[in-house]
């Protein structure tokens, strides 16, 4: 079922509808020119200050989390096929099956990587501009 922002609001806390790190956006969504061929970028990269706490942008559950090095991540579940992404998290401070609740902390840059925050919002598999969705 395909939802439109309104109707989503509505609903309560599902709608992915905060930015989950303070930042700088220094890539959008869409297709960009990366080494001369044309690329879609399905997210937004979001620069932060290192240590920066990175939040649920909206209630659900932890669906999956991938451990590689210091560029972990993790995928939240807000149900009506709503996804959220969050890549290159330095540390996560949730598990696998949490429940979580809009503004939850769920990860952090180390002071060791890079504090670049590729997020994604996907609906039923496909990423949608998170842009969209923020309201602040």
Known sequence: MLFTLGAMAEEGNT?????PVRGKYIKRFGYQKV???TKM??????????????MATADGQV?????????????IDHGEGIETRYEMLGEMTVAKGQTVK???VV????????AVLHYEVRLNGQPIDPMNYILN
């Open 15 to 19: 709608n992915p509808s905060i930015i």
């Open 102 to 104: 809009k503004g939850d």
């Open 107 to 114: 990860g952090s840059f180390s002071k060791s990587n890079k």
């Open 35 to 37: 080494g001369g061929k």
């Open 63 to 75: 669906k999956n989390i991938a451990v590689k090095g210091k560029e972990n991540t993790l995928v």
């Open 41 to 54: 970028h399905p997210g937004l990269d979001i620069e932060a200050d290192q240590g920066a706490s990175v």
